[in-house]
């Protein structure tokens, strides 16, 4: 349970992925987050339930950007 001033995002929510990290360990590709969730390096996370969800950020490179 979250007990920032500001309260971080629920592992439910769509914004889980921006709650703050609790144990960091870059060498091994992987975040734990204050709302339970597993952030790895790849953008693919691991909910407290245990269900994964793949990458699901978009990622353009600027060029690519429509106008």
């Known amino acids: 349970m ?3 001033t500001t309260p ?3 592992a439910t929510s769509d914004a889980r ?5 609790v ?4 060498e091994q ?3 734990l987050l204050c709302n339970g969730v597993v952030l790895f390096d ?3 996370e ?7 969800v793949a990458d ?6 600027p060029g690519l950007v429509p106008a």
């Open 29 to 31: 590709g992987w975040n």
């Open 46 to 52: 691991l909910l407290p339930d245990g269900s994964a």
């Open 8 to 10: 971080c995002p629920d």
């Open 56 to 61: 699901h950020h978009e990622w353009r490179a």
């Open 23 to 26: 144990s960091s360990h870059p």
């Open 42 to 44: 790849d953008d693919g």
């Open 2 to 4: 979250c007990v920032h």
């Open 17 to 21: 992925d921006l709650a703050a990290v």
